[in-house]
């Protein structure tokens, strides 16, 4: 990557139920001058019930999440991470959705934007032609996925955004402004 490269803030998060307006899992991988510099996941107390559908695809239930943090005491640790760069994500509007709705549903003030990135819009770009699941995409470049673990999901779409930036993609092309007051 060359010098002056945005520090690339990747998160990936998880939901207990079909609302999407809560959390059940949080990944953020940050990326640095080409490489990962820091990670940070965590399992989330939703305050809400689990649909069975979400439990099966994600492995995470009540149980699991009963002794976790709830998302107030996450923001804490979470936001100084999300400033401190371009975020990404992968479907970025639906996890930059579920972010917003906490935020909302919680009363907690953030920005009014942020820029981000979404790796199945540049992949569209880049690798035209091609399935552009998060799950497709690691099988395509050889990336080790435990899909739907926020953790291996958001390192995925980081190690995927990596190739599409050696491949010759422009970030610049590709950010977008989500809103959170909208």
Not at 67 to 93: D, I, K, Q, Y
Request: with cysteine; glycine share 6%.
């Amino acid at each position: 990557m060359e010098q002056g490269t945005p520090r690339f803030v990747v998160f990936d998060v998880e939901t207990p139920n079909r609302w999407n307006n809560r959390m059940s899992a949080i990944a953020v991988t940050v990326l640095e001058d080409g490489a990962v510099k820091e990670e940070f996941s965590s399992l989330v107390n939703p305050e809400q019930s689990f649909d069975a559908f979400n439990t099966m695809l994600t492995g995470i239930s009540e149980d699991s999440v009963w002794h976790s943090p709830t998302f107030p005491e996450l923001w804490p640790r979470l936001r100084p991470m999300l400033e401190s760069g371009l975020l990404v994500a992968h479907n970025a509007v639906f996890d930059l959705g579920v972010l917003k709705k906490c935020l909302q549903g919680y009363g907690i003030a953030w920005k009014p934007y942020v820029r981000y990135l979404c790796t199945v819009q540049m992949g569209r770009r880049v690798l035209a032609g091609r399935g552009h699941k998060l799950n497709e995409l690691c099988e395509y470049y050889g990336i080790p996925l435990r899909h739907h673990q926020a953790d291996s999901d958001s390192r995925a779409c980081a190690e995927i955004l990596l190739r599409y930036i050696r491949d010759g993609a422009q970030v610049r092309d590709f950010i977008r402004t989500y809103s959170f007051t909208r």
